[in-house]
Structure formats: C-alpha cells, structure tokens
C-alpha cells in the first residue's frame, strides 16, 4: 500500500468538471466546485479534489454496485472439474478501476487515484495476510447490482398485518406508507411515455364504462329494468357491500370498458339473469391507471443521493399492480381486501394530486379488459328525466303457443296532458334541484337506455391450464451431479 503522505498528495489532486463525463456529477461540479487547476488537463476551470471525488464514488457503489467473487461457486467448480461439460469458470463483472471509470465517465489516471485511496481505507491487514481480497482492492471487480423493493415489501407486510390485527381505521403505518408510494404519482412516467394518472370523461379515451348487476328473480329484474338508473347503478349505501375497492356501506360504480368484461366480473350463476347498461361519463374526472405501473420508470444518477430511494419506490409500484388485483378466493376476500380498500380510501381522500377512480385489469377475463371503479365522490349517476306523475312498469315476455318467450320491454305511462287548462301548470320533469337535494356529489355518471340489455345465463365457461403431475421414487442418498444441476434451474 502507499505511504499515508502520499495518499494525502494523491487526495489533494484536482479534477475539473470538464475531465467528467456523468452529467450530474459534472453539473455538480460545475455548480459547487471551486475555480482551480485541472491536475489531468492543466486547464483551470471549476473542481473538486479527489478526496471529494472519493466520498461520491464511495457512495454510488455502496448503494448501486457490488464486488463478485473472487472464487467460484460449488456448482461451478463442479462443472469446472468434469471434463463433460467443459466449462471454464470466468469471474462476473469488470475491474474496479473500469467500473470507477466507466460509473464517473473520467480519465483512467483519475479512476486510479480514487481506487488507490479507496483501497487504502478498506485494507485489512489479516485479510491481508490470509491473502483475502478486500474492498476496492486492485483486484477487486464489481458490477452493477439489481434494484430491489425489499424495503417496500416489509414495508406493505406490515402495513396488511397492521390493517388485519391493530389499527383498521386509523394507521399511521398505512398512512406512511400510501403517501410515500402515492405523492406526485402523476408526475411520474413510463418507458414508452404513458402517465399513471388519466383523464377520462368528454373527449377523452375513456368516455363511458359498463356495469352489470345479477338478478335472481323477476321482481328484482322488473325494478331494474323501470329503473335502471338505480338499480343497476351503484346502490344506496345502506345496500354496498364491500368489495375489492370499497368497505361495507361505502357506495361505488364498478364497471368496465367492455360489457364482456362487465358480465364476467359479476360471476353470475347458470340460471340467473343479468343486466348490462352503458354509462356515459359526463363530466372530467382523473384515474389512475394500474397497467401502466409495470412500465413506470424512473430516471436519474447514481450520484444523486436520492435516486436509490426513487428506484426502490419505481420498483415497488410495478409490483404493485399485480398486488392489487390478484384474483381472491371469495373465503380470503374480508381481511385479503383490507389492504386494496385502504388504498381506494386513501386515493378517494388524502393524495396528492386528487383522483376520482382507479383503472386496473381484469381478472375475469383476458384480452386486456378493463374494469374501473369511481370512488363515492365520482360514482353518482343523474336521473333519468321523467314527466311528473309517470307510472312505470316493465313486462319480461309472455306465453306463446310455443310456450314462454322473453320479451323484455318497458312502459312509461304519463298523464294526459289537459287542454287549456285552468290554473293548471305544465308539466315538468322529475328533477330534484341540487339545493334541496340531500345528495351534494355532482352528477358524474348518466345511464344510456338504449343500451340496457338482459342476459340470460345458460353456462358458465373456463379456461383453464392443465399441468400434469409426475411422480418418482428414488433413494434418499442417491442423487447424481445431473439431479443437482437440474434442481439448480441448469439445463443442458
């Protein structure tokens, strides 16, 4: 090792933030550096010392890179010593002095001055002696590491196991956690431009949604076909069951961007009839789109302190999709969707910037279908215009010599206009205004009835993959170097 004196000359080197090519660490530089001599171009420009230069590169490759093996694997040098395979055991990566180079884009003489005083610090003299390597060693070789949201992932463990034993209603850990995960979600990207927050409502690519509603007698079918408005709408609150997006007595619209995809998701049984309704949206309103977190991205350097933290947070959301639609077993479904129906709530209330829905994929179907749902606040579907004094009712068929045909039709019956009526008002449609209405949410939601349809369920299809299941007997100490190689995920 050099002498600590001139590890210390070695320290005071200059470098100017022309000698750097990373774009950050030269605005850095640029920004903050002091006006000196260039001790590798001799041009006197702004510049940190290569004691600076050192703390940086320090950091970035704790954070982002790490040292190989020196040695193989046991499975690799087991592949090395049979001749049948003929395999010659490389070391993974590149040269410490390379890496510094190539992560700092400077001069290999800076790249060698920093791995000098870097080598220095780490050195060990028992390592040493046993002749093991140490960090940043001249030998040494490093390569990037992977990202990962293990943080993140304790992080959601305990932010469900808090929701299902501790606090349901009021968590400080959920509230950490949504705030981190969520804040500014609309300023992010993804790789191929998309955003995670849409815009859905007149002109827009989403301007309506299908939802579909199971009934399982005719009466229940006949309010709804009078009054599909509400009764294939979301229901009164008193009626809302929790579900994926919502808890018990929280009224939700969940639809979806196709009326397929709308049966499919209510799982109707054989026998059953369904109704399907379009439902424009009439006014702006943000979601945000859960298919576009497995491309979102995350741009920056590894000399910003802060790009790991980002990274970590960028990983997490593209998991986080699959999170929160994974398909549930309906006796999993009250604690399982704890979590999904924290998210819906903090979304509806608490983020910034403000949302109104969320977009995810259907787990019903394939193909790429969308559901949705519009947090209470957005769900709210206008009436359907009618004279005062209308009288509905709806007729589902009737008996032919064949025997009973559907024939599904409504009948709205308003009362006959009087001529030159004495004191009497015209008649006026059946609409509350909003000022002695007890609902204060604006209408975002009004039904087309031309496209109310019923279904009538005659089957049920899957699909399914089948996967065979093998079986073999061996002895217990007799496994052969090919078994272990294949339990290793190796295929030759």
Sequence with gaps: MPPSDEIDKIEKRKICFCCVGEVYLKNEIREHGRQRVCS????????????????????????????????????????????????????????????????????????????????????????????????????????????????????????????????????????????????????????????????AGPKTSFVSFYRARNFQSDKALKSALANPDKYVGPPPSSFAKAGRMNAHGISVFYGANNPEAALAEVRPPVGSKVVIARFEIIRPIRLLDLTALDLVTTNGSIFDSTYIDRLERTMFLRNLSRRITIPVMPDDEPLVYLATQAIADFLASENTPSLDGILFPSVQTAGGALNAVLFHKASRVESIELPSGTEISANLGSITEEGWEDNYTVYEEVPQKIKNPVNKEPHVFLRIPEAQSNEERPATLKIDLDSVCVHMVKAVNFETHNSSVRRHRFDKCQISSSSYAVTQGFDF
């Design 40 to 199: 590798y171009c001799d041009k006197n420009r702004r510049t940190y010392t290569i004691g600076e230069m050192v703390e940086r590169i320090e950091s970035a490759f704790k954070e982002h890179y790490v040292r190989t093996s020196d040695q193989p694997s046991p499975f690799e040098y087991s592949m090395t010593a049979n001749t049948e395979f003929k395999y010659d055991w490389t070391r993974n990566g590149e040269p410490v002095v390379s890496a510094i180079m190539e992560a700092a884009e400077i001069p290999e003489e800076a790249a060698s001055d920093i791995q000098e005083i870097l080598a220095d610090k780490y050195y060990d003299f028992e390592a040493a002696c046993l002749g093991e390597e140490t960090e940043f060693s001249s030998d040494s070789y490093y390569i990037e590491s992977s990202t990962t949201d293990e943080k993140w992932q304790n992080e959601w463990r305990e932010f469900e196991r808090s929701l299902k034993t501790e606090t349901r209603f009021f968590s400080r850990i959920a509230s950490r956690l949504l705030s981190l995960a969520f804040d500014d979600i609309d300023k992010m990207q993804t790789s191929n431009g998309r955003s995670l927050v849409v815009d």
